[in-house]
């Protein structure tokens, strides 16, 4: 079993930057990889960016490449989301989740562990 909370989101303005960050207890956090989706009001939870248990690797959506970036600390058990150049479309409960798979994915089936959500909301 893995609890992961998440914390940092909070109200910005377009075109700020924000840092989410989830920590991680229970079982060897190192052993998974991590993911970061989001839910925004009447939607589907989406996919948002993972990182290996290395963090040898990353993956991002094309909706927030090259403005998000996904780190971890193994040592702290932690994982965090830096989001620059905010846009009120990433108006969402950021959630982190952890998977036991060995190849990256943007699909929620292949995470087994959610936290409860961060809100992050951005206005224009």
């Known amino acids: 079993q893995v609890q992961l909370v998440e914390s940092g989101g909070g109200l910005v303005q377009a075109g700020d930057s924000l840092r989410v960050s989830c920590a991680a207890s229970g079982r060897t956090f190192s052993r998974y990889a991590m993911g970061w989706f989001r839910q925004a009001p009447g939607k589907e939870r989406e996919f948002v960016a993972a990182?290996?248990?290395?963090?040898?690797?990353?993956y991002y959506a094309d909706s927030v490449k090259g403005r998000f970036t996904i780190s971890r600390d193994n040592a702290k058990n932690t994982v965090s989301l830096q989001m620059n150049s905010l846009k009120p479309e990433d108006t969402a409960a950021y959630y982190c989740?952890?998977?036991?798979?060995?190849?990256?994915?943007?699909?929620?089936?292949?995470?087994?562990?959610w936290g409860q959500g961060t809100q992050v909301t951005v206005s224009s």
């Open positions: 989740a952890a998977s036991s798979r060995l190849v990256l994915s943007d699909r929620r089936r292949e995470y087994d562990y």
């Open positions: 990182i290996t248990w290395s963090a040898g690797g990353t």
